[in-house]
């Protein structure tokens, strides 16, 4: 095995086990993931008509749609092991 070959099993190894470590309140890295994008699909169905009654704009609903985005494609490659940084 190689050294690379050695530093991906360690970071999947490592992603595994974070993975099945709970926070202290008890929850995993999966459930938490489970719940980002739960709330991701809440906000795409209600952001709509939040910004036709004026409670968001356009441009704060896209950009908390693509921050949301961009935080549950980091946690999933936590959850693959495949850590983008």
């Not at 890295?29 to 169905?45: G, H, I, Q, S």
């Not at 704060?60 to 985005?69: F, S, Y």
Request: proline letters at 4%; hydrophobic letters at 35%.
């Amino acid at each position: 095995m190689d050294k690379n070959e050695q530093q991906q099993a360690q970071e999947a190894l490592a992603a595994e086990k974070a993975a099945a470590e709970k926070a202290p309140n008890g929850r995993t890295l999966r459930e938490a993931y489970d719940e980002l994008e739960r709330e991701f699909n809440v906000r795409e169905r209600c952001f709509p008509k939040w910004i036709t009654e004026g409670r968001i704009s356009r441009s704060d609903a896209k950009d908390r749609l693509e921050r949301h985005a961009a935080g549950m494609f980091f946690l999933q490659k936590l959850l693959d092991g495949s850590v983008p940084f």
